[in-house]
């Protein structure tokens, strides 16, 4: 079966600090594909990105980085200068190639960005 | 533009009501989800649709029940509330499975007393 584990259930930080989430996920399978969602205080759920099991570079989107690594299955987040616009509940999530359309969620990472 | 639309926002119900919350979306997505976050949890799948007049069980599908009859509308029904339905749900939509953008509503939070 699968899991995503998100260990930081809170991170706090101040402006202008970088800050990692961390996400590691359990599969046997060899296709998947990994999310990161962003929860602001609002409460809808925004898509951040996507990748898929065979690309393992790392991607940068501005002040946001993910490192992707197979080897110890894990695909944390990095935002780099926090804003407080930051601030958020962040998932990550694991989509099987296998499993129809069931999305696997981390329990989440609350970040709080201090001005 | 209103992608996915929920309602309503917020609703208490009484142990034993029922109600249906209502999903719709207007960017054609064949495949629509229904999710339940509890708190400090993550999302779990209740029901998902792939299309029209076809509706499958996600993880925790017990209590709930849905329909399809067009490609925007996605009700979700709880026949008789139970407190351990207290939760916030999540309405979502794409046009492929494993397409990046998974398009979520707003969120219906819901208690039952």
């Known amino acids: 079966a699968q899991k995503v584990t998100q260990a930081q259930t809170e991170i706090s930080v101040v402006e202008k600090e970088d800050v990692t989430l961390d996400c590691v996920y359990e599969?046997?399978?060899?296709?998947?594909?990994l999310f990161w969602y962003k929860q602001p205080p609002s409460g809808e759920l925004v898509f951040l990105i996507r990748r898929n099991s065979f690309d393992e570079q790392n991607e940068i989107s501005g002040r946001y980085s993910w490192n992707f690594q197979k080897s110890t299955s894990s695909f944390n987040f990095t935002i780099t200068a926090s804003q407080v616009v930051d601030s958020a509940v962040y998932f990550c999530a694991l989509l099987l190639n296998n499993a129809g359309n069931m999305l696997t969620f981390g329990g989440g990472t609350r970040l709080m960005v201090k001005p | 533009n209103a992608g996915v639309t929920q309602t309503p926002k917020f609703r208490i119900l009484k142990i034993g009501q029922s109600m249906t919350l209502q999903c719709t979306q207007d960017m054609n997505h064949n495949y629509m989800y229904w999710y339940r976050q509890d708190p400090g949890m993550g999302l779990k799948l209740i029901y998902y649709?792939?299309?029209?007049?076809?509706?499958d069980k996600g993880e925790v599908p017990n209590g709930y029940n849905v329909s399809r009859s067009t490609t925007e509308d996605f009700p979700l029904r709880l026949e008789l509330a139970a407190p351990s339905q207290t939760s916030v749900y999540f309405c979502a939509s794409n046009d492929r499975v494993e397409n990046e953008k998974l398009f979520f509503g707003s969120g219906t939070q819901l208690s039952v007393l």
């Open positions: 599969t046997r399978d060899t296709t998947y594909y």
């Open positions: 649709s792939v299309g029209a007049g076809i509706t």
